[in-house]
């Protein structure tokens, strides 16, 4: 498996290197007022502007609430909001733009610039419910567009915090991102990228992803804190010649009413070279880590070292699928170790605001999953010191998946679907479920489940090479002769205590 590339380094001497040599601006002294009122969309921009344009430096946001439409940084500009001020949105959405470039409309764009940052212990806050609720307004006069008819414009027409395009030199650094309209921050077809110490309050409206990592290179997110509504850590690919690579996230908490960890659901390019370090991951509804790729992607040298999920619907899902004609997709080379998380029997996010659906039922709580199509297998995966605890409790008379011969392979592959561990409702394990898999190993794995459970432990279906090294399953009460690992149509199946 390749090392991955030593880029914190130069991204650390970049952010002392331009942060040192950085003139500083009041945004006052170029006619902005801190009143919470006055919009400063034009004062802003013209401060930001003139500073690019004169050797570049920090404009600075202090003494009160600035507030804004969209804003453009420029190269060489950081702007820096001191503690107890704010970049607050416009309740306006017609103050907002959807830039013509990055396809998207953002409170705070840059656009094919290079240096830029944003520091300070302040925040910068759309207001986002505010706003996109009056946008639905705006749709019911007929004044804006709304192809899904859902009452809630697409993500694209409303405003992100912060929209960075074709962008070469990132620093976003201790500052608290709080209620977009949209996906919170997005970084599209970028390079070196720091995001370091910032706190993400992202739960005010749909799709409120906390960070979005999009066909970008040489990423380092680390000692963030995120509450997001949707997906926390969200790596995806726009296009079929992107590559995000060299991506690493350290020393994060998160929770989410979607998924932890989540590579997609845009999976178009490629994905290489991750690497994730004490991850803490809570009250989240779908998946603490999952690694999908449906449209066509590969993904490759993943590996996820230091993982606590505590209150999280699933643990892991790993998997592959085919949303389109002639997709063809791969993932290898993924190791996950060091690794616990408990998962609960009830609702894992309920009580937040946008919680995750409930129309996946009836079904028990589903197992862990490595589910590949027919085909295209996924390859080389190493699961390491992994310990899980299941609630039990499912019951047959709720909901059944049988795991005979035939009932296994009569599981649908539901490869055209959007990929999410419970779309097949009922599946038949309680612990772990692989399908359509070459060289699987887990070393040092304990699950446990906890109350009484009819299904097996593990099930293993269409797997080439499945090596157990080990392997610990616990349940209270087992019934006498139960069979905990079922496999079929396996070969080279090893399993060694």
């Not at 400063?40 to 202090?62: E, H, M, P």
Request: glycine residues 8%.
């Amino acid at each position: 498996m390749k090392k991955l590339l030593k880029i914190a380094p130069v991204l650390t001497l970049a952010l002392i290197s331009f942060s040192a040599g950085a003139k500083d601006y009041l945004a006052t002294d170029f006619g902005a007022k801190a009143d919470g009122q006055t919009l400063n969309t034009a004062s802003l921009q013209a401060a930001i502007d003139y500073i690019s344009a004169n050797g570049g430096g920090r404009l600075v946001l202090t003494g009160g609430d600035f507030v804004s439409g969209t804003i453009y940084l420029k190269s060489d500009v950081t702007l820096h909001i001191d503690e107890g001020s704010s970049l607050l949105g416009s309740l306006n959405p017609w103050d907002y733009v959807r830039d013509p470039e990055a396809n998207w409309t953002s409170f705070v764009f840059s656009i094919m610039q290079k240096n830029i940052g944003i520091s300070g212990k302040g925040e910068i806050n759309c207001r986002g419910f505010q706003v996109a609720t009056k946008g639905v307004d705006y749709c019911h006069l007929g004044l804006i567009d709304d192809p899904l008819k859902l009452d809630r414009l697409q993500e694209g027409k409303r405003p992100e915090n912060l929209h960075f395009f074709k962008c070469d030199g990132i620093t976003i650094k201790d500052i608290t991102l709080r209620n977009p309209a949209s996906w919170n921050q997005q970084y599209d077809k970028c390079r070196n990228i720091l995001v370091d110490g910032v706190k993400v309050d992202a739960k005010s409206y749909w799709n409120n992803d906390g960070i979005d990592i999009v066909d970008c290179s040489d990423v380092i997110i680390r000692n963030c804190d995120f509450d997001a509504a949707d997906d926390v850590y969200c790596f995806k690919s726009h296009s079929k010649d992107g590559v995000s690579e060299n991506i690493l996230v350290e020393n994060c908490r998160g929770r989410s009413s979607a998924n932890g960890i989540k590579f997609g659901t845009y999976t178009l390019g490629k994905f290489k070279h991750f690497r994730f370090k004490n991850i803490y991951i809570y009250d989240t509804y779908r998946s603490a880590i999952t690694i999908a790729t449906v449209d066509g992607a590969s993904i490759e040298d993943v590996e996820i070292d230091g993982l606590k999920s505590i209150h999280t619907g699933n643990p892991i899902f790993i998997r592959t699928g085919s949303r389109r004609p002639g997709d063809n997709p791969y993932m290898k080379d993924i190791v996950i170790k060091n690794v616990y998380a408990e998962v609960p029997f009830e609702k894992p996010d309920a009580g937040y605001m946008y919680e995750g659906p409930v129309e996946d039922l009836p079904r028990n709580v589903c197992p862990s999953g490595i589910q590949g199509i027919p085909g295209m297998p996924i390859q080389n995966i190493t699961l390491e010191n992994i310990e899980i605890v299941y609630p039990g409790k499912a019951d047959a008379n709720y909901a059944f998946r049988g795991s005979s011969k035939a009932e296994l392979e009569a599981i649908p592959e539901l490869e055209k679907s959007y990929p999410e561990f419970s779309n097949w409702k009922e599946l038949p394990a309680w612990g772990f479920y692989i399908r359509h898999a070459e060289g699987v190993n887990f070393k040092n794995v304990k699950i446990t489940v906890a109350g009484e459970d009819y299904r097996p432990a593990i099930v293993a279906d269409d797997v080439n090479g499945l090596n157990f090294k080990g392997v610990q399953i616990f349940q209270d009460n087992t019934p006498k002769g139960k069979k905990q690992i079922v496999t079929n149509n396996v070969k080279r199946f090893k399993n060694k205590k």
